[in-house]
Protein backbone atom coordinates (compact mmCIF):
# COMPACT_ATOMS: atom_id res chain seq x y z
CA UNK A 1 0.00 0.00 0.00
CA UNK A 2 3.15 2.15 0.10
CA UNK A 3 4.78 3.96 -2.59
CA UNK A 4 8.37 3.45 -3.41
CA UNK A 5 10.81 6.51 -3.27
CA UNK A 6 11.61 6.73 -6.51
CA UNK A 7 8.16 8.64 -7.45
CA UNK A 8 9.88 11.46 -5.53
CA UNK A 9 13.15 11.52 -8.17
CA UNK A 10 14.02 15.02 -8.50
CA UNK A 11 10.88 16.26 -6.97
CA UNK A 12 13.21 18.94 -5.04
CA UNK A 13 15.34 19.57 -8.18
CA UNK A 14 18.19 22.00 -6.59
CA UNK A 15 16.93 22.64 -3.17
CA UNK A 16 18.93 22.42 -0.22
CA UNK A 17 18.67 19.59 2.75
CA UNK A 18 19.00 19.00 5.92
CA UNK A 19 19.60 15.80 7.57
CA UNK A 20 18.95 15.68 11.71
CA UNK A 21 21.22 12.52 13.56
CA UNK A 22 21.26 11.84 16.72
CA UNK A 23 24.27 12.04 17.53
CA UNK A 24 25.55 14.77 20.83
CA UNK A 25 26.53 17.64 19.01
CA UNK A 26 23.00 18.62 18.21
CA UNK A 27 21.85 19.74 21.33
CA UNK A 28 24.04 23.10 20.46
CA UNK A 29 23.72 23.12 16.94
CA UNK A 30 19.84 22.19 16.53
CA UNK A 31 18.68 26.20 17.51
CA UNK A 32 20.63 27.28 14.32
CA UNK A 33 17.98 24.98 12.24
CA UNK A 34 15.15 27.26 12.89
CA UNK A 35 15.77 30.37 11.18
CA UNK A 36 16.05 28.61 7.52
CA UNK A 37 13.35 25.55 8.32
CA UNK A 38 11.02 26.74 5.99
CA UNK A 39 13.85 27.29 2.97
CA UNK A 40 14.92 23.64 3.54
CA UNK A 41 13.77 20.12 2.95
CA UNK A 42 14.47 18.51 6.37
CA UNK A 43 15.12 14.95 6.97
CA UNK A 44 15.64 13.23 10.36
CA UNK A 45 16.61 9.73 11.62
CA UNK A 46 14.03 8.09 13.82
CA UNK A 47 15.94 8.24 16.56
CA UNK A 48 16.69 11.82 16.77
CA UNK A 49 12.30 12.35 15.67
CA UNK A 50 11.79 13.48 19.12
CA UNK A 51 14.69 15.35 19.74
CA UNK A 52 13.81 17.42 17.04
CA UNK A 53 9.93 17.68 17.56
CA UNK A 54 11.16 18.76 21.59
CA UNK A 55 12.80 21.80 19.60
CA UNK A 56 9.82 22.94 17.41
CA UNK A 57 11.42 21.17 14.06
CA UNK A 58 8.69 18.75 12.04
CA UNK A 59 11.11 17.23 9.62
CA UNK A 60 9.47 16.93 6.09
CA UNK A 61 10.89 13.17 6.45
CA UNK A 62 11.72 10.28 8.99
CA UNK A 63 13.37 7.34 8.12
CA UNK A 64 13.79 3.80 9.75
CA UNK A 65 15.70 1.21 8.89
CA UNK A 66 14.77 -1.17 11.66
CA UNK A 67 13.26 0.17 14.80
CA UNK A 68 10.01 -0.28 17.22
CA UNK A 69 7.24 2.31 16.17
CA UNK A 70 8.02 3.09 20.22
CA UNK A 71 11.20 5.19 18.97
CA UNK A 72 9.04 7.60 16.44
CA UNK A 73 5.13 6.79 18.12
CA UNK A 74 4.62 10.39 19.12
CA UNK A 75 1.27 12.84 18.03
CA UNK A 76 3.85 14.61 15.46
CA UNK A 77 4.19 11.64 13.40
CA UNK A 78 0.99 12.65 11.32
CA UNK A 79 2.81 15.32 10.23
CA UNK A 80 5.59 13.71 8.41
CA UNK A 81 6.37 11.41 5.21
CA UNK A 82 7.93 8.02 6.70
CA UNK A 83 10.88 6.45 4.98
CA UNK A 84 11.00 2.84 5.37
CA UNK A 85 13.36 0.10 4.63
CA UNK A 86 12.41 -3.23 3.31
CA UNK A 87 13.05 -4.70 6.73
CA UNK A 88 11.81 -2.32 9.15
CA UNK A 89 10.04 -3.97 12.04
CA UNK A 90 6.84 -4.47 11.37
CA UNK A 91 4.77 -2.43 14.05
CA UNK A 92 6.38 0.81 12.52
CA UNK A 93 3.22 0.04 9.77
CA UNK A 94 0.82 0.68 12.71
CA UNK A 95 2.03 4.43 12.76
CA UNK A 96 -0.53 6.35 11.19
CA UNK A 97 1.98 9.17 9.25
CA UNK A 98 1.64 11.63 6.47
CA UNK A 99 2.86 9.21 3.85
CA UNK A 100 5.18 5.93 3.68
CA UNK A 101 7.75 5.71 1.11
CA UNK A 102 9.61 2.20 0.72
CA UNK A 103 13.05 2.43 0.13
CA UNK A 104 14.61 -0.86 -0.99
CA UNK A 105 18.79 -0.98 -0.76
CA UNK A 106 20.04 -2.65 -3.74
CA UNK A 107 22.48 -4.11 -1.25
CA UNK A 108 19.94 -6.38 0.36
CA UNK A 109 19.14 -9.54 -1.17
CA UNK A 110 15.63 -9.50 -0.60
CA UNK A 111 15.25 -6.45 -1.90
CA UNK A 112 16.68 -7.58 -5.20
CA UNK A 113 14.48 -10.35 -5.39
CA UNK A 114 11.52 -8.70 -4.32
CA UNK A 115 12.32 -5.79 -7.09
CA UNK A 116 12.62 -9.26 -9.63
CA UNK A 117 9.08 -10.47 -8.44
CA UNK A 118 7.38 -7.40 -8.60
CA UNK A 119 9.22 -6.19 -11.86
CA UNK A 120 8.99 -2.26 -11.06
CA UNK A 121 11.07 -1.46 -8.47
CA UNK A 122 14.74 -0.29 -9.99
CA UNK A 123 16.57 -0.99 -6.56
CA UNK A 124 19.36 0.87 -8.14
CA UNK A 125 18.20 3.62 -7.40
CA UNK A 126 18.57 2.97 -3.77
CA UNK A 127 21.94 3.36 -2.40
CA UNK A 128 22.69 2.17 1.45
CA UNK A 129 25.67 1.72 3.60
CA UNK A 130 23.90 0.12 7.18
CA UNK A 131 23.37 3.54 8.68
CA UNK A 132 19.51 5.86 8.74
CA UNK A 133 21.50 9.01 8.09
CA UNK A 134 23.12 7.25 4.62
CA UNK A 135 19.42 6.23 3.66
CA UNK A 136 18.54 10.26 4.48
CA UNK A 137 21.81 11.29 2.24
CA UNK A 138 20.43 8.94 -0.88
CA UNK A 139 16.90 10.22 -0.35
CA UNK A 140 18.21 13.82 -0.26
CA UNK A 141 20.08 13.08 -3.63
CA UNK A 142 17.46 10.63 -4.75
CA UNK A 143 14.43 13.23 -4.77
CA UNK A 144 17.23 16.19 -6.11
CA UNK A 145 18.52 18.12 -3.55
CA UNK A 146 22.05 19.53 -4.54
CA UNK A 147 22.92 20.59 -1.00
CA UNK A 148 23.14 18.56 1.87
CA UNK A 149 23.49 19.76 5.53
CA UNK A 150 24.01 17.38 8.02
CA UNK A 151 23.45 18.17 11.75
CA UNK A 152 24.50 15.49 15.00
CA UNK A 153 26.43 13.48 12.33
CA UNK A 154 29.06 13.04 15.34
CA UNK A 155 30.78 9.89 14.11
CA UNK A 156 32.38 10.47 17.70
CA UNK A 157 31.78 11.01 21.63
CA UNK A 158 31.21 14.49 23.35
CA UNK A 159 31.55 14.43 26.94
CA UNK A 160 31.20 10.66 26.91
CA UNK A 161 28.08 10.89 25.05
CA UNK A 162 26.69 8.75 22.21
CA UNK A 163 23.66 10.64 21.23
CA UNK A 164 21.64 13.76 22.07
CA UNK A 165 20.50 14.63 25.12
CA UNK A 166 16.41 14.17 23.99
CA UNK A 167 16.80 11.28 21.52
CA UNK A 168 15.28 8.01 21.82
CA UNK A 169 18.99 6.66 22.94
CA UNK A 170 20.04 9.59 24.92
CA UNK A 171 20.77 7.38 28.23
CA UNK A 172 23.91 5.66 26.18
CA UNK A 173 27.48 6.73 27.57
CA UNK A 174 30.97 5.82 27.37
CA UNK A 175 32.33 4.82 31.04
CA UNK A 176 35.39 4.68 32.28
CA UNK A 177 36.58 1.66 30.34
CA UNK A 178 35.72 3.32 27.44
CA UNK A 179 32.44 0.73 26.61
CA UNK A 180 28.97 1.79 25.79
CA UNK A 181 26.82 1.86 28.89
CA UNK A 182 22.84 2.51 29.17
Known amino acids: NNQDLHVLKDKF???TAVIISAGPSLDKNIENLKPYRDKLVVFCV???FKSAVKHGIIP????????DKNIIDIPEISDVNL???TYTCCNIFELK????FN???KTTPACTWLAKVLGDI???????????AIN???SAKLMGCDKIILIGQDLAYTDNKCYSQNSAYAGFNINESKKVEF
Open 122 to 132: NVNDYEAAGTV
Open 46 to 48: GVA
Open 136 to 138: CLY
Open 83 to 85: IVS
Open 60 to 67: DFVAVIDN
Open 97 to 100: PKRF
Open 13 to 15: KNK
Open 103 to 105: YHT
